[in-house]
């Protein structure tokens, strides 16, 4: 049998990365429809899970988060934000194919069929479910009630300005996993937690948007990006700010302490460089910025765990 032939690289993605290097060749088209050769997007998927978690476990008093939560929540994250971009490719194939950043996606360049990109997505929600399973009753219903989100999501681009606003309800959905995984109920502190996760997600979104402002405006698609167009630092720069807000409402219903308080603002500095940094005129940039999102979410983390073993 003859060697299943080398597929052809994401435009988009980094070069060298692990799906590049190690995967087989046959699970390459795959692995990249699952996005598993850019794993930000997983990295900021489960941020707000790991966030709220170690606040719910700081406000039952306990020292140490639930390390059982924390690996259930990665291990969701990467099934679930892997069958989101794979079911919003299936949905955005055409629209793929016009913009020159994402043709190359598996899709639109034909490595993968719609008809098997739909039974990997199913495989992937599989995961995710079992995930989910390994909860509570109540927090399997706060997780359930996503889906209604998340399948609107791929549809906002072309009826509103605002795609970025419905992705932050999506990806910021883990603020209320966390707390509901450890009390089996909500309280105001995730909800405020929650509501900073969606400025803060709409802010790092536009940032990415700003890639892709020139062809979205071809095609049709619409986002923030656009619609702040010259002022985008600024309008960034007021979501962070009502995202640090939050955050910090949050801290003072969950009865934070001191070196919680400290990573916030830490945390803050870093999205101020980001703001600070914006160039409309610099993709490459823009990438950036939106990547070191890891680096601030891991900042509020460690002001969290530090907090609870103060």
Sequence with gaps: MPPIAEPAPVADA????????????????????????RPIGWQLLVLPCWWSSVLASGAAGSAWPDLGHLLLFLAGAIAMRGAGCTYNDIIDRELDAGVARTRSRPIPSGQVSVRAAKIFLVAQALVGLAVLLSFNGFAILVGLASLGVVAAYPFMKRITDWPQSVLGLAFSWGALMGWAAWYGSLAVAPLALYAGGVLWTIGYDTIYALQDKEDDAIVGVRSTALLFGERAPLYVGFLYAGAVAFFALSLVLAGAGPVAYAGLAAGAVHLGWQVARIDLSDGALALRLFKSNWTFGLILLAGLVLDGLA
């Design 14 to 37: 980094a070069r060298g990365n692990f799906v590049d290097r190690h995967a087989p060749a046959w699970l390459k088209p795959y692995a990249r429809l699952a996005r598993w050769d």
